[in-house]
T-cell receptor, first 113, second 116 residues
Framework: AQSVTQLDSHVSVSEGTPVLLRCNYS??????LFWYVQHPNKGLQLLLK??????LVKGINGFEAEFKKSETSFHLTKPSAHMSDAAEYFC???????????FGTGTRLTIIP | EAGVVQSPRYKIIEKKQPVAFWCNPI?????LYWYLQNLGQGPELLIR????????DSQLPKDRFSAERLKGVDSTLKIQPAELGDSAVYLC??????????????FGPGTRLTVL
C-alpha cells in the first residue's frame, strides 16, 4: 500500500520569501516521488521527480525537494516566492518502476504581494 | 507540440442524463489514463489503457461508467446515468510508455462536470 500526507492544506507566504510545502509518504516498496503543480483551469504539470538517484532533486521554476528516507518525507522548497507560484501543489507517490500514481490532497499556495 | 486535449471543458447536465468526455493524447503516447478529481482532493485513477487495451479498470464504477479507446489513440469516458455525486473534474493524461520508472504523465486541462 502507498499513500502521501500533505501536512498543510493552505500555505501563505510573502513574495520574495522562502516556500516550504510539506509531504510525508508511506510505501511498501522503494518509492518514486513527484511534485505536480496545478494552476487554475490548466493541466497538472510535473515540477520534479525522485526515482532513487540523488536525494536532492531540482525541478523547474527554482523548486527543489529532498528525499529523506529516515523521516519518510519529501518536502518541496523554493528560496524566493514569486507571484506566479500561486497554485495548488500535489505530492505524489508510486512504487518504483510502476506508473500508478497516488496523489495527496493538495496544498494551496498563496503569495502575498 | 500539442498537449493532451480534452473536450468539453465544462458540462452541466441534469441528474439521470448521460454524458461523455473526449480525450486526445499527445501524439505517439501509448498509455492513456482517466482520473477523477473531486473538489479539494487529488486525482484518483479510474482507468488506464495500454494502446487499446484497458489494463487497469479496478477503480472504474462499472455500473454507470464506461470507457473506450477503440483505435488506441483518442478515448471517450461515459457516464450513464449521471448522479449528483458525479460532479467533479475528469482528467485525462497520457505517457509515452506506461511502466517505465522514469515515465512522465502529461495531463490535460480537464472537464468540469456539474450534475444538477
Amino acid at each position: 500500500a502507498q499513500s502521501v500526507t500533505q501536512l498543510d492544506s493552505h500555505v501563505s507566504v510573502s513574495e520574495g520569501t522562502p516556500v516550504l510545502l510539506r509531504c510525508n509518504y508511506s510505501s511498501s516498496y522503494s518509492p518514486s516521488l513527484f511534485w505536480y503543480v496545478q494552476h487554475p483551469n490548466k493541466g497538472l504539470q510535473l515540477l520534479l521527480k525522485y526515482t532513487s538517484a540523488a536525494t536532492l532533486v531540482k525541478g523547474i521554476n527554482g523548486f527543489e525537494a529532498e528525499f529523506k528516507k529516515s523521516e519518510t518525507s519529501f518536502h518541496l522548497t523554493k528560496p524566493s516566492a514569486h507571484m506566479s507560484d500561486a497554485a495548488e501543489y500535489f505530492c505524489v507517490v508510486s512504487p518504483f518502476g510502476n506508473e500508478k500514481l497516488t496523489f495527496g490532497t493538495g496544498t494551496r499556495l498563496t503569495i502575498i504581494p | 507540440e500539442a498537449g493532451v486535449v480534452q473536450s468539453p471543458r465544462y458540462k452541466i447536465i441534469e441528474k439521470k442524463q448521460p454524458v461523455a468526455f473526449w480525450c486526445n493524447p499527445i501524439s505517439g503516447h501509448n498509455t492513456l489514463y482517466w482520473y477523477l478529481q473531486n473538489l479539494g482532493q487529488g486525482p484518483e485513477l479510474l482507468i488506464r489503457y495500454e494502446n487499446e487495451e484497458a489494463v487497469d479498470d479496478s477503480q472504474l464504477p462499472k455500473d454507470r461508467f464506461s470507457a473506450e479507446r477503440l483505435k488506441g489513440v483518442d478515448s471517450t469516458l461515459k457516464i450513464q446515468p449521471a448522479e449528483l455525486g458525479d460532479s467533479a473534474v475528469y482528467l485525462c493524461a497520457s505517457s509515452l510508455n506506461g511502466g517505465a520508472s522514469n515515465n512522465e504523465q502529461f495531463f490535460g486541462p480537464g472537464t468540469r462536470l456539474t450534475v444538477l
